[in-house]
């Protein structure tokens, strides 16, 4: 099956610093997703990005579908986007989701 | 527009006892999918489901655990004869069709004790 990984597994940041974390995925994907899991646990929807460029505030993504990789950028980190930042794809047999294992993200104030 | 909505949040059963996990999907989403995230680790596929169907079961473990979505109410998420093992949060998703964006529920912490 698709294998999907992410790096840095742990990342720890100034408040006003900016990252870009990567997912790296082993085969051709109909879906790419990035979520955020906040301390409470909650999965948030990120973004929605199976190939191109998307930007929502300080965050935005790229997906390189013809090289296997996405990228997610945040700028002018706050202490708010800590938590655990996953990327998940979906297979062309369709359906399921496969994560990767997580960026730990901690933005110190 | 509600989001997912699953219930309980939090879930203790004794080992032996049986857990029942409801999953209400988005307005106008007839897929849902279960997922399972142990202790500090990512989250792995369980089922997904349609309507009355199953269409992949390749995440559940052979014992125990079944899922079912009727054609009315909620999604159910059962597990028998719960273990320790089982401790772990349950998330279920939804979308309006494959390869389409999903959106993941509150999740449901089960422990086992």
């Known amino acids: 099956g698709i294998q999907v990984e992410q790096s840095p597994p742990d990342l720890i940041l100034q408040e006003g610093a900016n990252s870009t974390l990567r997912c790296n995925f082993s085969d051709s994907v109909n879906n790419l997703q990035w979520f955020h899991q906040n301390p409470w646990g909650q999965l948030i929807n990120l973004f929605y990005?199976?190939?191109g460029t998307k930007q929502n505030g300080r965050l935005s993504a790229t997906t390189v579908a013809t090289e296997r990789y996405s990228l997610l950028y945040i700028s002018s980190s706050q202490t708010t986007d800590s938590g655990v930042y996953f990327c998940?794809?979906?297979?062309?047999?369709?359906?399921?989701?496969?994560f990767g294992q997580g960026t730990e993200l901690s933005v110190k104030p | 527009n509600a989001g997912v909505m699953q219930n309980p949040r939090h879930l203790v059963r004794r080992r032996g006892q049986e857990a029942r996990l409801r999953c209400s999907p988005m307005?106008?989403?007839?897929?849902v999918y279960w997922y399972r995230q142990l202790p500090e680790e990512g989250l792995k596929f369980m089922v997904y489901l349609q309507k009355e169907n199953i269409i992949d079961e390749s995440g559940m473990p052979k014992e125990r655990f079944s899922a079912e979505f009727p054609k009315e109410g909620p999604s159910i998420l059962r597990i028998q004869q719960v273990v320790r093992g089982d401790s772990a949060a349950y998330f279920c998703a939804s979308s309006t069709t494959p390869n389409t964006e999903a959106f993941f529920g509150q999740g449901t912490r089960l422990t086992v004790v």
């Open positions: 307005k106008g989403h007839s897929h």
């Open positions: 998940a794809v979906e297979s062309n047999q369709g359906g399921k989701l496969i």
């Open positions: 990005i199976p190939s």
